[in-house]
């Protein structure tokens, strides 16, 4: 497969702060409402940040999350065929059985998870009551800057992008 | 694991051993015929008269409704539909509408009625009661509403008051020339002032035939844009989609509105002028679908000339309103397409394309025509799919040429003088699916491609397919803005996968590309060809699989247009940041971009020389207008949560601002009038992916469903 000098450069543009994505071993993620339509979007709502650190082949998780319509009642992470893409369970996390709260684990990734860890296939997942299928989730991506809204970026700025050009 | 199924509801599956297994009902005859009136007043302007879906809208009857829904249940459906329908006004209706609804789409897709009537809490299995075999009285429906008096002789609906708990209003329409003009000493436009237009006027769509939206009017600064404040104001006609361009010229300012409805207005004072009502009545009193719009008019002579989304070509005369001919772009034919990109000049002729047209089971195509400005007569016709023997007849995977649909064209072209080409972009085949369409792993030439014309004659001269065998309605159809560096010239666009797009205008060959957001639908890109690599399970999807898009439909890019400040030689771009979970039939499930802490809305400025990222921001809301650039170095855009500002085209950084009275959508001009110049830009509601992902995902935003303005700004009065 022929990639552009412009898809490979959008390799370096994900490397927030300049840190290869390979190297990095902090990983981070804010915490999001999961697919919703009008009739499901009172029940999955939510925000929250975790980071993760990997040190050889054991990932450690920890955050926080806060308003969820109803008490959360799981977490879990999970691995995706890409980024953005739902996949499925592979660990089960420590979760605040509340609306709001904190979300940890530690585990031991394969090497395969551990790749995938690397390019951004592992994401958070947080269940709650009414929710139970999934409320809020997030991919796990090389720790980066968080921009504000309404702040200007120069130059290189882009959003995490790990997937498209390596694959 | 992930029950994706369970996930994607966000409802409880009703056990199988709880289906009831019947061959007819749960609903009765009685409730089909009255959901068959619900559906025509709240249901068929976006989903069809006979269920077949729209350009935003899923089919409600045969195997595209039942690939979603065979397995879900009628309990389900009521809360879908419940809890999202009317577009924007979920749970608007009352009870009774919604189950008489639900009982007549069960009809329409082969269940039977019975003697139980249907509640909202009734579940059965939709498989086990339908087949999606679509009923005779579906799909050849009797007209939607008695016509009478005028109304009729427009095409307007007799409106007819209701009472009940939904609280419905009654939308007063009356059509016709309302207000006749005497304008004196209007200087007819020319060729020549199409192609170097004054630089107080804004006669086009983009201004320019090579597509900028960039004014050379500078009196309005970085420095003194602090003081910016409203001149005038006008309110627009409320109902249906307003996404306009104000079209100015010698001192007048042309407007398109719901209902096609045309006014002519001062631009010194904000005094109507004229307005012709041409009709018909929108389709709804609320915010209308994607396919309600007209986008832009053009000026050529005397005239006016309007497109319309019922297919009807008008030349009005812009002095008094007065038609001076119609015609119609589709020969009378109902229901094969219609216009909402608006029209361009050139030599004489009156381009415009088509949307809403070559739908599945049809014979007849889309197509890009041309019409003689002074007689309405067409000189010619090219068609948007590629048939056999044409270049590009290869692709779509032996496919009957009459099977070969999609390929519509609204947003209109852009124009090179010296090279007499004319640019357009395309929509993608139908349906959107590949699965669905049977193309197989064809390309779909001249879908979601730049074509290339020869405006005297509709000759193709080249054509360039930037994204083969899409699949998940992710159009390519935007503007094509032409740009020279030196003696390269260039066509560069942007759709709603996010690539930025260079080619060689000349040749049609691809130059560059560049990637503005998150996209995890392609897997690759193949630098040596320009072309991108579907993610595995996209090429391979199956008609009963949800798969992830990002972007989604609502882009990437969308219509919101770029600009391009050529002094800076900085190209500014509207982007969205979303991702959607979409099963066969395009049932979607929305959720924020990786990434993005939820800021949908993101406004990117790129080098257009190397392509080079200069700056950019984000924002939770959505850009819901086009950029306009400006001598001043300033870039105006406004936004799904009303706000309207100027950016330092430099920089970035935000240095003035203003809220309005609902999202802040359209296309924003600069002209001047008196030596004074002047930004107008319009509120409007409706449309398609750009107002409806918003509209479900950012919670916390609440806007009137009314209050469609055009908003005319200046500085200060000495």
Redesign the interface.
């Known amino acids: 497969m022929l990639l552009s000098k412009s898809f490979a450069l959008s390799v370096v543009l994900a490397l927030m702060a300049g840190q290869p994505a390979l190297a990095a071993d902090k990983y981070i993620t804010n915490l999001g409402p999961m697919p919703l339509d009008d009739a499901s979007r009172a029940n999955i709502q939510g925000r929250g940040d975790v980071s993760a650190t990997l040190d050889g082949r054991k990932l450690s998780v920890s955050g926080t999350f806060k308003q969820l319509p109803s008490p959360a009642t799981a977490a879990h992470l999970n691995i995706s065929l890409a980024t953005g893409v739902p996949g499925d369970k592979i660990f089960d996390l420590t979760v605040t059985q509340a609306p709001s709260g904190t979300v940890s684990g530690d585990v031991t990734l394969s090497a395969k998870q551990a790749a995938a860890f690397r390019t951004g296939k592992l994401y958070v997942q947080i269940d709650s009551q009414k929710a139970p299928d999934g409320t809020i989730w997030g991919w796990l991506l090389p720790d980066h800057q968080i921009v504000g809204a309404d702040v200007p970026q120069q130059d290189h700025w882009f959003i995490p992008q790990l997937d498209t050009p390596s694959r | 694991?992930?029950?994706?199924s369970?996930?994607?509801?966000?409802?409880a599956f009703v056990a199988g051993a709880a289906l009831a297994q019947q061959a007819s009902g749960p609903f009765t005859a009685a409730q089909v015929a009255a959901g068959r009136a619900e559906y025509a007043e709240n249901c068929a302007s976006c989903h069809q008269a006979d269920m077949s879906g729209g350009t935003d809208a899923l089919p409600l009857a045969g195997k595209g409704f039942m690939a979603g829904w065979n397995n879900r249940t009628t309990a389900q459906l009521y809360?879908?539909i419940?809890?999202?329908m009317p577009l924007g006004r979920?749970g608007s209706l009352d009870e009774k509408t919604y189950t008489d609804l639900v009982a007549f789409i069960l009809h329409a897709n082969g269940a039977t009625a019975g003697a139980a009537a249907f509640a909202p809490t009734t579940a059965v299995k939709i498989g086990a009661i339908a087949n999606g075999t679509i009923p005779d009285d579906v799909a050849h429906p009797a007209p939607a509403a008695p016509l009478s008096g005028a109304a009729a002789a427009t095409g307007a609906r007799a409106g007819a008051a209701r009472a009940g708990g939904s609280g419905r209003l009654v939308y007063s329409f009356k059509a016709g020339l309302l207000l006749e003009g005497h304008i004196q000493n209007y200087t007819p436009v020319t060729d020549a002032m199409l192609t170097h237009p004054a630089d107080g006027d804004w006669p086009m769509f983009r201004r320019t035939y090579n597509g900028w939206s960039y004014s050379p009017l500078g009196q309005i600064t970085t420095d003194n844009v602090h003081s910016l404040q409203v001149k005038w104001m006008w309110a627009l006609y409320e109902g249906g989609t307003t996404e306009i361009t104000p079209i100015v010229h010698d001192g007048i300012m042309f407007l398109s509105e719901s209902g096609n409805t045309v006014q002519a207005v001062d631009t010194r004072t904000g005094n109507l002028l004229w307005e012709n009502r041409l009709g018909p009545a929108p389709r709804s009193t609320g915010p209308g679908s994607s396919t309600e719009e007209t986008r832009s008019l053009g000026l050529w002579g005397n005239n006016v000339y309007v497109a319309t989304p019922q297919a009807n070509l008008y030349a009005l005369d812009a002095r008094s309103g007065k038609e001076v001919w119609k015609t119609s772009l589709v020969d009378g034919k109902p229901g094969i397409g219609g216009n909402t990109g608006g029209v361009m000049i050139i030599h004489g002729k009156v381009i415009t394309g088509l949307t809403n047209c070559g739908r599945k089971g049809s014979t007849d195509h889309c197509f890009i025509s041309a019409y003689d400005a002074a007689t309405g007569k067409r000189d010619w016709k090219f068609l948007t799919v590629a048939l056999t023997g044409q270049p590009g007849g290869d692709s779509w995977g032996g496919m009957p040429d009459n099977d070969r649909e999609g390929a519509e064209t609204w947003i209109a072209g852009t124009y090179d003088p010296d090279l007499n080409t004319t640019y357009w972009g395309t929509a993608q085949a139908k349906p959107w699916r590949r699965d669905l369409r049977g193309s197989k792993d064809g390309d779909t030439d001249y879908a979601n491609s730049t074509l290339a014309l020869d405006p005297d004659t509709g000759k193709l001269k080249w054509y360039f397919n930037h994204a083969p065998g899409e699949t998940l309605d992710l159009d390519e159809v935007f503007e094509r803005q032409l740009i020279d560096h030196g003696d390269q010239k260039t066509l560069m666009t942007i759709g709603k996968p996010g690539i930025l797009w260079k080619l060689d205008r000349v040749t049609g060959k691809f130059l560059?590309?560049?990637?503005t957001?998150?996209?995890?639908v392609?897997?690759?890109?193949?630098?040596?060809k320009g072309k991108p690599?579907l993610?595995k399970?996209i090429a391979d999807q199956k008609v009963d699989q949800?798969l992830?898009s990002?972007p989604g439909p609502e882009g990437g890019h969308d219509w919101p247009a770029t600009s391009y400040h050529q002094p800076s030689d900085t190209l500014i771009v509207p982007l969205s940041?979303s991702?959607?979970?979409m099963l066969g039939n395009g049932s979607?499930?929305?959720?924020?971009?990786?990434?993005?802490?939820?800021?949908m809305g993101r406004l990117s400025a790129y080098r257009t020389a190397d392509?080079?990222?200069?700056?950019?921001?984000?924002?939770?809301a959505p850009f819901l207008t086009a950029a306009l650039s400006t001598a001043g170095n300033l870039v105006f855009i406004g936004d799904f949560d009303r706000t309207f500002r100027a950016v330092d085209v430099r920089?970035?950084?935000?240095l003035w601002k203003i809220r309005l009275g609902t999202t802040v959508q359209g296309h924003p001009v600069s002209f001047s009038i008196d030596g004074k110049q002047y930004i107008a830009v319009t509120t409007g509601l409706g449309g398609g992916s750009p107002e409806e992902k918003p509209t479900?995902?950012l919670?916390e935003v609440h806007r009137q469903p009314t209050g469609q303005t055009v908003v005319v700004l200046g500085l200060p009065d000495e």
């Open positions: 694991m992930l029950k994706k369970a996930l994607l509801l966000g409802v809360d879908k419940h809890g999202s979920g560059d590309a560049r990637q957001v998150f996209n995890n392609y897997a690759g890109f193949d630098m040596k690599i993610r399970d949800w992830s990002c940041q991702c959607v979970l979607q499930v929305y959720y924020e971009m990786p990434g993005t802490e939820g800021n392509m080079k990222p200069l700056w950019s921001f984000q924002q939770r920089s970035g950084k935000t479900t995902m919670t």
